[in-house]
């Protein structure tokens, strides 16, 4: 995953082999990752995973057991390193914003900006509220704000001293799903517009695909895979990472290289694979249509309809079922015999 060619200056942050126990608990089990300068991480898993242990390692608020960090080509952790969080150049902003409650915009703004001279100092905050669109509104109270609002002026506090890397914790879940939709689109600008590297700590997955440049999926305190979020959809390289990323059907099928023979037919793959294996079937991409009956049709069991799309679960002639996602337009009744096509090339993973 690290490549040779990444020189210090390009590498915004870096870890390698980074392990954090809790007592018995480990919370990190060598988590290894680098992300490119300017570009934007989500760090996506179950609860418990290690998501915030990660991030609290990076910004300095614990120290490791083993592995190293950098961060912008610096080392700031590793065997008898561990440089203090203000020593970091990290900036943090967390789920539920922690903006000071009895001081302005501007004065939340402004915190972390005392080593700078005064005229410095008032251009950096105007400029960052100007970033974040809250330029009118510095003499305003946080209790005076709304929840996005409250969080652009927590990403403006963050952004302010000009970290070397941003991190945010669930910065998103305390607003309700549209106003969610919507920050969460302004803050991926003002951070690209900013050119920061920054990395989100998310479990939701359409918020982790929508937003970043590359997703790592962190399972039991170990990224498995780290890929653009349409390289992780297409191609995960695992079955446990296909099962967490989107819905997953898997059927049986056995490998002859490019192709596999399956119950559905020959299913051309992804990448060569021999033997037994379980392919990787994404409900959007089969088709179902009107069969006629015989014993050993595939028939609908279930179907559940949304409005922009529905999702029909179907009975393989086989007895395994596969859930099906399509459009609104036909509506397929319970028990009606279909026939089944895979729009390919698959994934399938040895079983
Ligand atoms: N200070 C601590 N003391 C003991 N155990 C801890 C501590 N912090 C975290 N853990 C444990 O380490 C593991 C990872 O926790 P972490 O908070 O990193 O998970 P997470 O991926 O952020 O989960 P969530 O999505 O629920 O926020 C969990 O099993 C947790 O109970
Ligand atoms: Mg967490």
């Given amino acids: 995953m690290i490549q040779q060619s990444e020189t210090p200056a390009e590498i915004g942050v870096k870890l390698d082999g980074v392990v954090k126990r809790f007592g018995t608990v480990g919370a990190a089990n060598g988590v290894s990752f680098y992300l490119r300068q300017g570009h934007l991480l989500a760090l996506l898993g179950p609860s418990g995973c290690g998501k915030t242990t990660t991030l609290r390692l990076i910004a300095g608020f614990e120290s490791l057991d083993a592995g190293t960090i950098e961060i912008g080509g610096q080392r700031v952790a590793g065997p008898g390193l561990h440089r203090p969080p203000e020593k970091r150049r990290v900036g943090m902003v967390f789920q539920e914003y922690a903006l000071f409650p ?3 915009v501007w004065q939340n703004v402004d915190f972390g900006l005392n080593k700078l001279p005064g005229d ?3 251009s950096r905050v105007g400029d ?3 970033l974040v669109g809250l330029s009118g509104l510095g003499e305003r109270m946080p209790h005076e704000l ?4 409250q969080q652009r002026v927590a990403l403006a506090r963050a952004l302010a001293p000009q970290p070397a890397l941003i991190l945010l914790d669930e910065p998103f879940s305390n607003l309700d799903a549209g106003l969610r939709v919507r920050v969460r689109a302004e803050v991926r600008s003002i951070l690209k517009q900013a050119g920061a590297t920054a990395i989100f700590v998310t479990h939701d997955q359409e918020e982790a695909l929508s937003l970043v440049d590359e997703v790592a999926v962190m399972l039991n305190g170990r990224v498995h ?3 653009s979020p349409q390289q992780l959809y297409r191609q995960p390289v695992s079955r446990e990472v296909a099962t967490f990323i989107g819905d997953a059907n898997f059927i049986p099928g056995i490998g002859h290289g490019r192709h596999v023979e399956s119950l559905l037919g020959t299913l051309e793959t992804q990448v060569a694979v021999e033997g037994p294996v379980d392919v990787l079937v994404r409900p959007e991409n089969v088709e179902i249509s009107p069969a006629p009956s015989d014993a050993h049709s ?3 069991c279930q179907h559940l309809f949304f409005g922009h799309d529905q999702l029909v679960t179907v009975q393989l002639s086989s007895g395994e079922t596969i859930e099906v996602r399509l459009g609104p337009a036909y509506t397929f009744a319970v028990n009606q015999p279909v026939s089944v096509r895979v729009r390919g090339p698959v994934m399938a993973y040895n079983s």
Avoid: D, K, P, W
């Fill in 146 to 149: 709304s929840g996005g609002q």
């Fill in 128 to 130: 960052v509220l100007e």
């Fill in 298 to 300: 595939h028939r609908v």
């Fill in 102 to 104: 009895h001081v302005n």
């Fill in 120 to 122: 410095v100092r008032r």
């Fill in 225 to 227: 895979q780290m890929a």
